[in-house]
Nanobody, 124 residues
């Protein structure tokens, strides 16, 4: 079993930055893709960013491209999401997830372990 724990969320002003962390325990995640999804109140969970097992490939939702950066430290079994120029529409619960394979994907069903989420609130 893999446990994923997100941290780093909080309440910020528009234009601020935050970095989320996702620490894995129980098993290494170094051979698997990892991703971040988010769910705003009243909306379905949506893809944010993904990273391949080596970090060599990254993918982003159009809404965050150029503002968010996903990275990983396999030695620490941790994945990060650096968020800059945050906007109120970025307000959501952010979840990290472990992929079923080493290749990153946009779709939820390609991820089999999920964290509990961390709240990010951006006020204008």
């Amino acid at each position: 079993q893999v446990q994923l724990v997100e941290s780093g969320g909080g309440s910020v002003q528009a234009g601020d930055s935050l970095t989320l962390s996702c620490a894995a325990s129980g098993q290494t995640v170094s051979r698997y893709a990892m991703a971040w999804f988010r769910q705003a109140a009243g909306k379905e969970r949506a893809f944010v960013a993904a990273i391949s097992w080596s970090g060599g490939r990254t993918y982003y939702a159009d809404s965050v491209k150029g503002r968010f950066t996903v990275s990983r430290d396999n030695a620490k079994n941790t994945v990060y999401l650096q968020m800059t120029s945050l906007q109120p529409e970025d307000t959501a619960v952010y979840y990290c997830a472990r992929g079923k394979t080493s290749s990153a994907s946009y779709t939820e069903y390609e991820y089999d372990y999920w964290g509990q989420g961390t709240q990010v609130t951006v006020s204008s």
